[in-house]
């Protein structure tokens, strides 16, 4: 198996098409039809892979549905490990409206599963001997647990594997609470962790992750910032990443490919603040695509010479909810 593996609970095939106008109670033909693979954790396998990484994609799927996504996923050069399940592999409808320029997606939720399709998951991350990431991304589907995240927490932990993971809602709780690496959050759900105790600026946001980090066992937390950016902060530093505005077509997977971009680096050596600004420039360039068909690698190398790193060291007051940046 591969240096790095993503995990993806909750698959999904993307369904891209074009509108004329977003119009209620009428037929709407559909034009410039895309199917891809999707899901967060396929997502990021995809773009480590064009990226030149070895990566190997674990997922839930079923019948011809999961053959179709396995298929796809062949053709782009990526590894599979499938753990079936009962039911068929969801599909997530991306529709852009010509008259707007607006991107509106309906997700479906996926098959309703039980933990028992997750048993053999740890077994076949345990007996790999070269894991240096693993990478957990997207959502749970209905009836899975979270208790999967303190067994991929053990293994890392006695493995010396990071950890990395990005999702949401309770299973950004539970991972946090039994130990990652890394999260990769937007304002929203990084709120969510703090009690949902919101913020809107950056000394705000950087509170809240602060605060996340002092009161969990996560080491790194990566804010998404949207067209912006990023906020890296970790105990005792934060930092700023800011790349150039891009004309965008797609932000579907713009996410996914932020943490592909920071994984590929680290597993080049990179520092982490080089990494996160090497992953802004993969989630900048992915949003000029259409769909989820992520980014193409000589868009990545011009954007990244123009991400701005600006930020300074943190400086405790004198309890846990309060930072100053200096």
Known sequence: M?????????????????VPALTPEIKLRCSDVLLQPGGGGINVARAIRRLGGDVTAIYLAAGDSGKELTGMLE?????????????????SLNVVDKSSGLQYRFILPGPAISDEVL?????IIDLQDNLEFIIVSGSLPPGLSTRIFDELAAIAGRKGI??????????LQAAVAAGVYMIKASTGELSSLAGGQGGKDIIDITSLAQRVIAHSKC???????????????????????SPPAVKTVSTTGAGDSMVAGIVWSLSKGKSLEKAVAYGCACGTASTMNPGTTLFRPEDVDRI????????????YVTDDQNYKIL
Do not use: M, Y
């Open 75 to 91: 053709k782009e050069g990526v590894s599979s490990v499938v753990l079936p399940i009962l039911g068929k592999v969801r599909e």
């Open 119 to 123: 048993e053999g998951l740890p077994g």
């Open 2 to 18: 591969a240096a790095i593996i993503t995990i993806t609970f909750n698959p999904c095939i993307d369904v891209n098409v074009t």
């Open 304 to 315: 990244v010479a123009r991400v701005h790193i600006d930020g300074g060291r943190t400086e």
């Open 162 to 171: 990071r950890l990395i993971v990005d999702t949401s809602g309770p299973a």
């Open 219 to 241: 080491q790194v937390v990566v804010v998404s910032l949207g067209g912006e950016g990023a906020l890296l902060v970790t105990d005792g530093s934060v930092k700023k990443i």
